[in-house]
C-alpha cells in the first residue's frame, strides 16, 4: 500500500499518523493518546510559526559545510534552532508531570534531556557565533554527552531503573548482567548522534522522529504495564511535537531544528528505551538512524584502512551519510526524504509484528 503512494507528503504522513493512533487508541480503549498527540501537535505548530519570527529577528541562520553537496549551499539562509521550540514545551510538560507524580525516573529523564538540550544548544550558538558549520568541536561534543549519558546510567543503574535483561518477547530475554551498562551508553548517545547525522535533508530527521515516537509508544502500551504508562503518553507527545515542526521543516525548509533539536531528540528516544526496557525494538523502529550512522563509520573506516594500505584512501559511497550519497546520484531531495520515510514505517510495522510473534 505504502508502495503505491507516489507522492507521500507531510499531509500524507500526518494523516497516516493519526489514523494508526485512532486505531491505538481504539485499540487500547484509551482516547487518551489520539488527545496528547493532537494537543502538542498544535503546540508545536504554533510555538514553531511564532519561534521563526524571532530567529528571524535575531538572524540565527544556517551555516553550511563547504564538504557537503553544492546545492545545500542555497539553505545558507535558512533560520536554525528551531529544536528550541519542539524540547523547551516537552520539558515543560515533563516537568510538570514529575512534579505531580513525584517519579525518580521521569526526575531523571527530565535532567538527561536537560543536559543534551543544553549541549545542541551550545554547539549551535557557537556555530551561529563563529559562522562555521561546527560550534563545539566533535571531541568536546562527546565528553559533553558522555558525562551526562554516564550519570544517568550509573544512577538508573544504581536505583534499578534499568534493567539487566533486554527483553525480546514476554518469554525471551537475555540477560547482560554488567555489559548492560556499556550497552546503555551505545544506545543513549549513539541515537542521539544518529539523529543528528540524520538531520541533513529538509524533513527527513523530524518525519522519522515522529513515525519512531509512535512505534516506542505503541510498544511501551503493549507492555500493559501501568506504570509505564506516562511514558506512553511523552511518546505520543513528542510525535504530535515532531510532526507540528514538520510542518515548516519539510521541503524546502523555512527552519531547521539543529543539534538543540536533533540532539535533544534522540536522548528523549534513547532514555525512554532503557527506562522502559524498549531498547530491542528501538534497535528497529530506529533502523534509518542506524544506517546513517553506520554509513559514516563505514566510510570512514574504510578510507582510513584503503589510505594506509594504498597510500590514497578510497571510499565506499560518494558522500556519507548516506542521504548524500543518494544526492550526489541524482535523486531528488524530496523523494529521498519520502522514501525514507516509508522504509521507516515499515521498520515499526516490523517491530510491533515481532513483538507480537516472538
Known amino acids: 500500500m505504502i508502495g503505491k503512494i507516489k507522492k507521500f507528503n507531510f499531509k500524507s504522513l500526518l494523516i497516516l499518523n493519526t489514523l494508526a493512533l485512532i486505531i491505538t487508541s481504539y485499540f487500547f480503549n484509551n482516547f487518551i493518546l489520539i488527545g496528547v498527540f493532537a494537543l502538542f501537535f498544535f503546540v508545536s505548530l504554533l510555538t514553531t510559526k511564532n519561534g521563526l519570527k524571532i530567529i528571524k529577528k535575531l538572524n540565527l541562520l544556517q551555516n553550511i559545510r563547504t564538504e557537503g553537496p553544492t546545492n545545500h549551499y542555497k539553505k545558507s539562509e535558512t533560520p536554525t534552532m528551531g529544536g528550541i521550540f519542539m524540547i523547551v514545551p516537552f520539558l515543560i510538560f515533563l516537568l510538570i508531570i514529575t512534579i505531580n507524580l513525584s517519579s525518580t525516573k521521569l526526575f531523571l529523564l527530565f535532567l538527561t534531556i536537560s543536559g543534551f538540550f543544553f549541549t545542541g544548544f551550545l554547539d549551535d550558538y557557537l556555530s551561529i557565533k563563529n559562522k562555521e558549520n561546527t560550534g563545539l ?6 565528553v559533553l554527552q558522555s558525562i551526562i549519558s554516564i550519570i544517568f546510567i550509573l544512577f538508573a543503574y544504581e536505583k534499578n531503573l534499568i534493567s539487566p535483561l533486554i527483553t525480546v518477547s514476554e518469554s525471551w530475554g537475555i540477560n547482560m548482567n554488567i555489559f548492560i551498562l ?9 541515537i542521539s548522534n544518529s539523529v543528528n547525522l540524520t538531520d541533513g535533508l529538509d524533513g527527513l530527521a523530524a518525519g522519522c522522529s515522529g513515525i519512531v515516537f509512535y512505534g516506542l509508544g505503541t510498544e511501551i502500551l503493549m507492555k500493559e504495564q501501568q506504570e509505564l504508562f506516562i511514558f506512553s503518553i511523552l511518546c505520543f507527545s513528542m510525535s504530535g511535537i515532531c510532526l ?7 521541503y524546502p525548509a523555512k527552519i531547521f531544528m539543529g543539534d538543540t533539536g536533533s540532539l535533544s531528540i534522540g536522548a528523549i528516544m534513547g532514555s525512554i528505551a532503557l527506562l522502559t526496557n524498549s531498547v530491542f525494538t528501538l534497535s528497529i523502529f530506529s533502523g534509518i538512524f542506524i544506517i546513517e550512522s553506520l554509513s559514516v563509520m563505514i566510510q570512514v573506516g574504510f578510507f582510513k584502512i584503503t589510505k594506509k594500505l594504498f597510500h590514497r584512501g578510497k571510499r565506499i559511497f560518494l558522500m556519507a551519510p548516506l542521504h548524500h550519497h543518494f544526492e550526489l546520484k ?3 531531495e ?5 522514501n525514507f520515510w516509508k522504509i521507516n514505517i515499515l521498520l515499526v510495522i516490523l517491530g510491533i509484528v515481532l513483538k507480537i510473534n516472538l
Do not use: C, D, H
Not at 524530496?334 to 519520502?338: D, F, G, N, P
Open 137 to 142: 568541536k566533535t571531541k568536546e561534543k562527546f
Open 182 to 190: 556499556p550497552i546503555s551508553f551505545l544506545v543513549l548517545v549513539g
Open 244 to 250: 507540528g515542526f514538520l510542518k515548516y521543516n519539510n
Open 330 to 332: 541524482g535523486v531528488k
Open 334 to 338: 524530496q523523494k529521498i526524504v519520502e
